[in-house]
């Protein structure tokens, strides 16, 4: 695969996109040797692009003579920033992981506080008083609509539980 730099030969300056990753759309991004990391995100090459709004820009990719000359001798684009940019790029999808799992966790509680309630239901349904013939057998098709509602959503929710594992 192809890594890509962009270049800015005004300001002696580039910033390091990665590879271009086709199913996501977008570049790796920047590397940081500390986090062991690419950053996955644009951000970088926004504030790049901004920041070199006018100048000649130029994308190089490796295993060319200009890519390496840049490496050695260009200015890498916020060096000093992309530990502590990633840093909080980590801290963001761990924030984003946790906020999914809250949301998980709610959906399951949902999930069960429903189940409770169609169990209760089945339950006052089938301890109604009939007098007819005719009103126990409605009664009786309400209470089994009741109960196939409630292996339908134990179902659901036994499928959810295996997804998330």
Known sequence: MRDYLL???????YTALGKYIEKEGHFQ????LLHNSHTDSDELLCRFMIRH?????RLHTNRTEQFTRILRTASRFMEMDIDAFLEREL????????????????GQLQL?????????????IAGLPTSEAAESQ????KEEGVRRALA??????????????
């Open 112 to 124: 069960n506080v429903l189940r409770q309630q169609l169990e209760e239901e089945a339950e006052r």
């Open 29 to 32: 991004g920047e590397y940081s």
């Open 138 to 141: 409605f009664l009786l098709g």
């Open 152 to 165: 339908m959503l134990e179902e659901l929710m036994e499928r959810t539980r295996m997804m998330y594992r």
């Open 91 to 106: 801290d963001r999808k761990e924030r984003v992981r946790s906020e999914t799992e809250m949301d998980r966790g709610l």
């Open 7 to 13: 270049y800015c030969s005004a300001c002696h300056e």
């Open 53 to 57: 709004t006018g100048h000649e820009l």
